[in-house]
């Protein structure tokens, strides 16, 4: 089945290291995001990528980054992970035309 | 850029009964307007959406109206059962989509 696919299901990593989150999909979608959800919180749009163009949320901290090597593939990367960005990070894609989501399981992030 | 409102945060119903939850948004640019459902550790799964050239969609117990003019939107369960239980989050925009803070329902036996 065509999905999104995101590793590991949980993470955990120390105050200070850093740590990347993958995501991957078999849709052939051109968009793919990263959100950031806190318990019982909202997703927060961190960035998107729509083919290569990257486009970060103005309040995203520098901390974040991400990459985006091929279609299939987009990464997290938290430089310097706080006890603050302890959460659950999604990756959605949507195929441009049509703006429906289709969200992965999520990584559940802890930070020690 | 895009805010959505929602509510209310929290919503308790007896089963059988209907339950609505409102949104509201602020960019008239936004034509996309979609509903989902979140159980606790998993991921939010789509159960309805409407675009902005249609007032109304119903799929079974579940619709939507929308209400351009106004900006707003609002979601409608019929009949509720306790597996509709869950965080229900509405959004709106396009290929860019702002969430709103959520509603917990619980419906009661």
């Known amino acids: 089945d065509a999905m999104v696919i995101q590793n590991p299901r949980y993470q955990v990593t120390q105050f200070g290291k850093p740590v990347t989150l993958s995501c991957s999909q078999t849709?052939?979608?051109?968009?793919m995001y990263w959100y950031q959800q806190k318990s019982s919180q909202a997703p927060k749009l961190l960035f998107h990528y729509y083919d290569k163009d990257f486009n970060n949320e103005a309040d995203t901290p520098d901390n974040f980054q991400s990459r985006r090597p091929n279609t299939s593939f987009c990464f997290l990367d938290i430089r310097s992970p706080g006890l603050g960005d302890a959460a659950m990070y999604l990756c959605?894609?949507?195929?441009?035309?049509?703006?429906?989501?289709?969200f992965g399981s999520g990584t559940q992030l802890s930070v020690l | 850029g895009e805010n959505v409102e929602q509510h209310p945060s929290t919503l308790s119903v007896q089963e059988g009964d209907s339950a609505v939850i409102k949104c509201t948004y602020s960019?008239?640019?936004?034509?996309?307007f979609p509903w989902y459902k979140q159980e606790l550790g998993k991921r939010p799964q789509l159960i309805i959406d409407i675009r902005s050239n249609v007032g109304e969609k119903k799929d079974q117990r579940i619709a939507v109206t929308l209400n351009k003019t106004a900006k707003h939107f609002s979601l409608h369960i019929t009949e509720t059962q306790p597996e509709d239980s869950a965080v229900y989050f509405c959004a709106a925009g396009e290929n860019k989509l702002t969430f709103g803070g959520g509603t917990r329902v619980l419906v009661k036996p």
């Open positions: 959605a894609t949507s195929s441009a035309h049509r703006g429906k989501l289709f």
């Open positions: 849709l052939n979608h051109n968009v």
């Open positions: 960019d008239s640019a936004s034509n996309y």
